[in-house]
Nanobody, 127 residues
């Protein structure tokens, strides 16, 4: 059984930086494609960043390009989302997600593509 812990959320002012982490236990991080999703109040969960299983190909939502960076660390069995120049519109609950795949260079951006989810961590950005 794979367990995931989302951590690193906080209440910050606009312009600040945060790094979210997602730790796996009971699984093999390098066997998973990963993503971070954000759910703002009253809105659907949407992908902000995704990374492929092995090649490290990434994709970002237009709203976070140049500010957010998704990464994986197989040795630590973890995934990260580094967020900088945070804006009030970045406020929401952030979830990490993972799925197994045989495809090494494909990332997935739809919530229904993922089978494993973290419990979420709140990020609030004040103006």
């Amino acid at each position: 059984q794979v367990h995931r812990v989302d951590a690193g959320g906080a209440w910050v002012q606009a312009g600040a930086s945060l790094r979210l982490s997602c730790a796996f236990s009971g699984g093999y991080c390098n066997g998973y494609a990963r993503a971070w999703f954000r759910q703002a109040p009253g809105k659907e969960r949407a992908c902000v960043a995704a990374i492929s299983r092995t090649t490290g190909d990434t994709v970002y939502a237009d709203s976070v390009k140049g500010r957010f960076t998704i990464s994986k660390n197989s040795a630590e069995n973890a995934a990260y989302l580094k967020m900088s120049s945070l804006k009030p519109e970045d406020t929401g609950v952030y979830y990490c997600a993972a799925r197994t795949t045989q495809r090494t260079n494909v990332y997935y951006t739809k919530p229904e593509s993922y089978t494993a989810w973290g419990q979420g961590t709140q990020v609030t950005v004040s103006s």
